[in-house]
């Protein structure tokens, strides 16, 4: 069969594994391959346990794979053979030297930079899939300029919105697909090669087409923007308690304003996941290069507030059970960042868990999707801890059960029965507020919820 267009991706993560599929779902026309330095991961994504678990791809993958979705090792054959390379490499926050801590590590990305220009003898569309720093196109279009062999590159920008938990569908029916180009007429029509492949099952109206810039940026502050919503609603949390206000009810109160809207208001034990640290401190840091320190410390915030959500918890847990968690079995409820993801990359239960650990506290620590990823996250950690596939095995004989993941599973397990296991007396606090808390002190516990006067019987 002869297909339309032959499209690379490079980095076969939680983000390049998901779209390709979703673009050879739905584009049979086109052969897309997808590789890898990984061996291990893509010997996963050829098989029937795939690396990542994200509800819908299982079906995706198999629909697709070996029919015009490939996943392969061979990066230069993929290269040369291959007209639009997708990078999707991992982009995390620097650990060593200049911008240790807050800078976006580059290394991953300009390897594959050198890479695509080492082995390339057509003309090449790169589109840029990572999240990067606002300017990044240049330093790829630079690197990528210094060929000998007249091949042309052309460089995009398209950002990746999609959540994890969700991916399947927010790729399907995404909110908008953002590709930025340089606007001279070699930019603008490589723009529109891709602007064509989104439009498959896209609606026009939803592809925005923005300068180059504007795109890599708006894809940080898409993140700063949801993250700060978050650490908003967490702080008013922490006045909540206080004042004997309930957080869902000013939740519901303010984003019924149609201006503020109602997403994104959940308080919680703080927000996880790869992506909203790393670009805020990747804003934050660009910021205060371009000299901008009052915008920095802005943003800066946002972070301040999701550390001090977690560690306000753990106290909480350690004033509720009388000054001292020593000996004290506690169960985590989910370890996941968020429900529907195996994914533990910065999940809040990380901090909780080593905080108890050196109070010490006994963990047990049990998630339908995230054990694994949880046993390697907290392998070098000092201390007790159990990793346990039933919920109410894990809960057997504890003084607290503490819920750090919304999976949908924990609101529907039996707490007369949880309550009938536990040590007396019984806590729970409720990170994501996912439990009915009236209901729960009737059964005999006591009762801390994020932004909600304790419910105690004492
Ligand atoms: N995870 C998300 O939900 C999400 C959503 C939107 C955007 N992003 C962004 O997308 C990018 C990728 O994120 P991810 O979560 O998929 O990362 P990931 O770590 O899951 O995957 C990246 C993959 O790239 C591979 N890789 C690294 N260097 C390579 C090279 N030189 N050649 C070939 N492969 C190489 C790694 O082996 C890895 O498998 C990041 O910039 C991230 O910020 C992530
Ligand atoms: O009201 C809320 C909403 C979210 N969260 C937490 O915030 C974190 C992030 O959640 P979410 O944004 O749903 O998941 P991610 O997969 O991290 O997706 C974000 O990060 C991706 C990577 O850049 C972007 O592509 C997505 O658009 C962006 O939503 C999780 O720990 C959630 O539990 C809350 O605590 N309260």
């Known amino acids: 069969m002869t297909f339309e267009k032959h499209i690379l991706c490079i980095g076969a993560g939680y983000v390049g594994g998901p779209t390709m599929a979703m673009i050879a779902h739905q584009c049979p026309q086109y052969r897309v391959t997808i590789v890898d330095i990984n061996p291990d991961r893509i010997a996963q994504w050829n098989s029937d346990v795939l690396p990542i678990y994200e509800p819908g791809l299982d079906e995706l993958v198999k629909a697709t794979r070996n029919r015009n979705l490939f996943f392969s090792t061979n990066i230069e054959q993929g290269i040369r053979e291959n007209e639009i390379i997708f990078v999707s490499v991992n982009t995390p926050t620097k650990t060593f030297g200049t911008g240790a801590g807050m800078a976006a590590d580059l290394q991953y990305w300009e390897k594959t930079a050198r890479q695509i220009l080492e082995h390339s003898t057509s003309p090449k569309i790169v589109v840029e899939k990572s999240t990067l720093p606002v300017r990044t196109a240049q330093a790829m279009e630079r ?38 180009s340089r606007e001279t007429e070699e930019g603008l029509k490589a723009r529109n090669t891709l602007v064509e492949i989104y439009a498959n099952w896209v609606p026009r109206e939803k592809i925005l087409t923005t300068n180059i810039w504007s795109s890599e940026l708006s894809k940080l502050v898409s993140n700063a923007f949801l993250a700060q919503r978050v650490s908003s609603i967490n702080a008013i949390s922490a006045l909540c308690e206080k004042t004997e206000a309930d957080i869902s009810e000013v939740a519901r109160a303010i984003g019924t304003d149609s201006r503020i809207g109602s997403r994104f208001l ?15 401190l990747n804003l934050v840091y660009l910021c205060r290069y371009y000299g901008l320190e009052d915008v920095a410390d802005y943003w800066e915030g946002v972070i301040k507030i999701n550390g001090y959500q977690q560690e306000r918890f753990v106290r909480n847990m350690l004033t509720a059970m009388f000054n001292t968690l020593s ?35 006994e963990v047990v620590i049990t998630d339908p999707k995230a054990l694994d990823n949880a046993r390697i996250d907290l392998a070098d950690a000092r201390g007790t801890v159990h990793f346990v596939d039933d919920p109410y095995e894990a809960a057997r004989g504890c003084h607290a059960i503490a819920i750090m993941t919304e999976w949908a599973l924990y609101g529907e397990l039996d707490y007369a029965r949880l309550y009938r296991q536990a040590e007396k007396p019984a806590f729970i606090f409720d990170g994501r507020n996912i439990l009915d808390p009236r209901r729960c002190f009737e059964l005999g516990f006591n009762v801390f919820s994020i932004g909600k006067r304790p419910l105690t019987h004492f």
Do not use: M, W
């Not at 703080?270 to 670009?279: A, N, Q």
């Not at 533990?344 to 905080?355: D, H, K, L, M, Q």
């Open 327 to 361: 000996g004290k079995r506690i169960c985590l409820f989910g370890f996941a960042f968020k429900a529907n993801t195996g994914d533990t990359r910065e999940s809040p239960a990380i901090y909780v868990a080593r905080r108890l650990l050196e109070e010490q506290a």
């Open 143 to 180: 690197i990528l300029n210094t060929s000998q062999n007249h091949v042309r590159f052309d460089v995009l920008s398209n950002p990746e919105f999609l959540a994890e938990g969700t991916a399947i569908n927010d790729l399907k029916n995404p909110d908008r697909v953002l590709i930025g």
């Open 266 to 280: 959940n308080a919680s034990i703080g927000f996880g996941g790869s992506c909203f640290k790393k670009d805020i």
